[in-house]
């Protein structure tokens, strides 16, 4: 940071006056440089910095001596204020009337107007932020021993302070292991945008997609089929173009190839690096808005994933609570590094702003949370409890406590049974299900999958230019020359060379008559014979849809009495 000269030239000129007042400085008749210069004198004076130390109560030199023992010897200014008070940027005028170098409205406001302390801005990654800190010169003539903590030592470089060892937990009730079905899910989401169009409306799949995608998943909860949305697109295995989304075919197809390790690697890697997954915006009873305020998804959630790998064992179950205890005690402000924590807009259930440092457990304590039981516990990186977690082999090596899971995954055929059905069990290569699914029709999500073809999804199959002999083919594989079951055989060499003929079914209106005799007068009377279709035998026939009412009220006309009751719509 800044020496004094520098400070002392950035301050707002009406402070100088009251600097002047504290170091015993004469500013009559002296220009701003001058003084400037007067006052650098005397606050580097050892003889006048003891005295004017003196005068300060204790609380105030232990808040010198924590800023210079702090890292790199200075503190955020939200970090610093949370301590010490608010410091008021006052003019001149202010000044001369407040007197707050004389006794200010907080500990930091009197430290500010005294000149021991000062604020600048420097840049940290992307972001520049402000922090208080003792011009460096300045410190140096500090008479830091005369405090009470006479162990503490002023250093240039001081040890950053140790997080404390967080305690193993014997006793866990309501365990939930983590799985990777995550895989065999985004297995099944893949495949069903590859044949089907997914509409996408703020970060979620719309209403519409997210009811027919569900019924496919093993773990169907629509905060985790949005997590999956997200995670796909940031992984670059989906591509959201006009409202839609849809699978990335090169991209998908070296996932789907890889092993279930590599996929679960990659999605944890994409979620970590993720801008487009804003995890606040997924936890339950909170509801930021978007506008007013910067939200660095990613940053977040990296700095908290590093203090995991600082804090957690590499074995054994934790509290929870007490994992997010800890980071508010020695790092609240990991998503808020300018440790503002009023310019937020996060409202809760009741519709209130949670703002301030009090809010802290509301929402960065809820967002700790729900990194545990959310993402890395659908990603399969950690076991979860009733408040308490325990990572898994995948958790570790996520943190980088040990090398990522290289296990031989078993891999089986596709079962095809005698009645057509096939049978794709969790352990089936997931590349080998996805081009399963863009030919059949899952019936039920489970271990196994089931799947069965019929003319519909043959003809889909064709619209991707999937032939019946690709089919036949690909089933065949799964056999390992076994014949197809009949009924497989009998589909396919229907629909060999495509459809033959088709049909079409409609909505009809049907009119009953009590007599063959009721229904010859009615096609006889041109004025009742305009509003009818095709005879449907000698009692029926159709009436057009947009005309039963008119029909009805000529009927009367003719004595012809109708029960509407009888109406019947083919379909009901």
Same mark, same amino acid.
């Given at each position: 940071?800044?020496?004094?000269?520098?400070?002392?030239?950035?301050?707002?000129?009406?402070?100088?006056?009251?600097?002047?007042?504290?170091?015993?400085?004469?500013?009559?008749?002296?220009?701003?440089?001058?003084?400037?210069?007067?006052?650098?004198?005397?606050?580097?004076?050892?003889?006048?910095?003891?005295?004017?130390?003196?005068?300060?109560?204790?609380?105030?030199?232990?808040?010198?001596?924590?800023?210079?023992?702090?890292?790199?010897?200075?503190?955020?200014?939200?970090?610093?204020?949370?301590?010490?008070?608010?410091?008021?940027?006052?003019?001149?005028?202010?000044?001369?009337?407040?007197?707050?170098?004389?006794?200010?409205?907080?500990?930091?406001?009197?430290?500010?107007?005294?000149?021991?302390?000062?604020?600048?801005?420097?840049?940290?990654?992307?972001?520049?932020?402000?922090?208080?800190?003792?011009?460096?010169?300045?410190?140096?003539?500090?008479?830091?021993?005369?405090?009470?903590?006479?162990?503490?030592?002023?250093?240039?470089?001081?040890?950053?302070?140790?997080?404390?060892?967080?305690?193993?937990?014997?006793?866990?009730?309501?365990?939930?292991?983590?799985?990777?079905?995550?895989?065999?899910?985004?297995?099944?989401?893949?495949?069903?945008?590859?044949?089907?169009?997914?509409?996408?409306?703020?970060?979620?799949?719309?209403?519409?997609?997210?009811?027919?995608?569900?019924?496919?998943?093993?773990?169907?909860?629509?905060?985790?089929?949005?997590?999956?949305?997200?995670?796909?697109?940031?992984?670059?295995?989906?591509?959201?173009?006009?409202?839609?989304?849809?699978?990335?075919?090169?991209?998908?197809?070296?996932?789907?190839?890889?092993?279930?390790?590599?996929?679960?690697?990659?999605?944890?890697?994409?979620?970590?690096?993720?801008?487009?997954?804003?995890?606040?915006?997924?936890?339950?009873?909170?509801?930021?808005?978007?506008?007013?305020?910067?939200?660095?998804?990613?940053?977040?959630?990296?700095?908290?994933?590093?203090?995991?790998?600082?804090?957690?064992?590499?074995?054994?179950?934790?509290?929870?609570?007490?994992?997010?205890?800890?980071?508010?005690?020695?790092?609240?402000?990991?998503?808020?590094?300018?440790?503002?924590?009023?310019?937020?807009?996060?409202?809760?259930?009741?519709?209130?702003?949670?703002?301030?440092?009090?809010?802290?457990?509301?929402?960065?304590?809820?967002?700790?949370?729900?990194?545990?039981?959310?993402?890395?516990?659908?990603?399969?990186?950690?076991?979860?409890?009733?408040?308490?977690?325990?990572?898994?082999?995948?958790?570790?090596?996520?943190?980088?406590?040990?090398?990522?899971?290289?296990?031989?995954?078993?891999?089986?055929?596709?079962?095809?049974?005698?009645?057509?059905?096939?049978?794709?069990?969790?352990? @089936?290569? &997931?590349?080998?299900?996805? +081009?399963?699914? %863009?030919?059949?029709?899952?019936?039920? #999500?489970? !271990?196994?999958? /089931?799947?069965?073809?019929?003319?519909?999804?043959?003809?889909?199959?064709?619209?991707?230019?999937?032939?019946?002999?690709?089919?036949?083919?690909?089933?065949?594989?799964?056999?390992?020359?076994?014949?197809?079951?009949?009924?497989?055989?009998?589909?396919?060499?229907?629909?060999?060379?495509?459809?033959?003929?088709?049909?079409?079914?409609?909505?009809?209106?049907?009119?009953?008559?009590?007599?063959?005799?009721?229904?010859?007068?009615?096609?006889?009377?041109?004025?009742?014979?305009?509003?009818?279709?095709?005879?449907?035998?000698?009692?029926?026939? @159709?009436? &057009?849809?947009?005309?039963? +009412?008119?029909? %009805?009220?000529?009927?009367?006309?003719? #004595?012809? !009495?109708?029960? /509407?009751?009888?109406?019947?719509?083919?379909?009901?």
């Amino acid at each position: 940071m800044k020496n004094l000269l520098a400070t002392l030239h950035d301050c707002d000129p009406g402070m100088l006056p009251a600097l002047a007042e504290v170091w015993g400085v004469d500013s009559k008749s002296l220009s701003n440089d001058n003084l400037i210069r007067r006052l650098q004198g005397a606050m580097l004076d050892s003889t006048k910095v003891e005295a004017v130390w003196d005068k300060l109560d204790e609380p105030a030199r232990t808040a010198l001596q924590l800023l210079v023992s702090s890292a790199q010897q200075r503190m955020k200014v939200g970090q610093f204020e949370r301590f010490y008070g608010e410091i008021r940027k006052l003019g001149r005028a202010q000044i001369a009337r407040d007197k707050p170098h004389i006794q200010g409205n907080s500990l930091a406001e009197t430290l500010y107007y005294r000149g021991f302390i000062s604020e600048g801005y420097d840049k940290v990654g992307d972001n520049l932020l402000g922090f208080v800190y003792i011009p460096a010169d300045l410190i140096e003539a500090l008479p830091l021993h005369k405090t009470s903590y006479v162990n503490l030592e002023a250093a240039s470089e001081p040890a950053e302070e140790e997080l404390p060892r967080i305690g193993l937990i014997d006793n866990v009730d309501d365990i939930h292991p983590a799985d990777t079905s995550i895989v065999d899910d985004m297995t099944t989401l893949l495949a069903w945008l590859q044949v089907s169009e997914a509409a996408i409306e703020d970060e979620r799949f719309a209403e519409a997609a997210t009811a027919a995608i569900k019924r496919y998943l093993l773990r169907p909860a629509e905060t985790r089929l949005a997590f999956m949305l997200a995670l796909g697109i940031s992984a670059d295995l989906i591509g959201a173009q006009d409202g839609k989304a849809q699978p990335r075919r090169d991209e998908t197809r070296n996932w789907l190839k890889a092993t279930r390790a590599e996929q679960i690697r990659s999605l944890a890697s994409a979620w970590l690096e993720s801008q487009i997954y804003r995890d606040m915006w997924h936890i339950p009873g909170l509801y930021p808005e978007d506008s007013g305020w910067a939200y660095d998804a990613a940053a977040a959630r990296k700095a908290v994933i590093e203090l995991f790998g600082d804090l957690l064992p590499e074995q054994g179950w934790v509290s929870i609570n007490d994992l997010i205890e800890i980071i508010k005690e020695f790092e609240p402000d990991f998503q808020r590094l300018d440790g503002d924590y009023d310019r937020w807009y996060i409202r809760n259930e009741a519709g209130e702003y949670l703002s301030g440092f009090e809010s802290w457990d509301a929402v960065e304590g809820s967002l700790i949370e729900f990194y545990i039981v959310g993402p890395m516990h659908w990603l399969g990186l950690v076991d979860v409890g009733e408040d308490v977690m325990r990572l898994t082999a995948y958790g570790r090596a996520f943190l980088q406590l040990s090398e990522w899971p290289r296990q031989a995954e078993p891999r089986t055929r596709i079962e095809v049974r005698n009645d057509g059905a096939l049978l794709a069990s969790r352990r @089936v290569d &997931r590349f080998e299900r996805f +081009q399963l699914a %863009r030919f059949a029709h899952c019936k039920a #999500a489970g !271990d196994p999958y /089931v799947y069965t073809i019929d003319a519909a999804s043959i003809q889909r199959a064709g619209a991707q230019g999937i032939t019946a002999q690709h089919i036949h083919g690909f089933i065949s594989r799964q056999l390992d020359g076994k014949p197809l079951p009949l009924p497989v055989v009998k589909l396919l060499r229907n629909w060999q060379d495509g459809a033959k003929t088709s049909v079409t079914f409609e909505n009809l209106i049907v009119l009953r008559t009590t007599s063959e005799e009721t229904l010859e007068k009615i096609f006889a009377i041109p004025a009742l014979r305009r509003f009818l279709g095709a005879r449907l035998g000698p009692m029926a026939c @159709v009436v &057009r849809e947009d005309q039963w +009412q008119a029909l %009805r009220a000529k009927l009367g006309e003719h #004595a012809i !009495d109708v029960d /509407v009751s009888r109406l019947e719509v083919a379909g009901d």
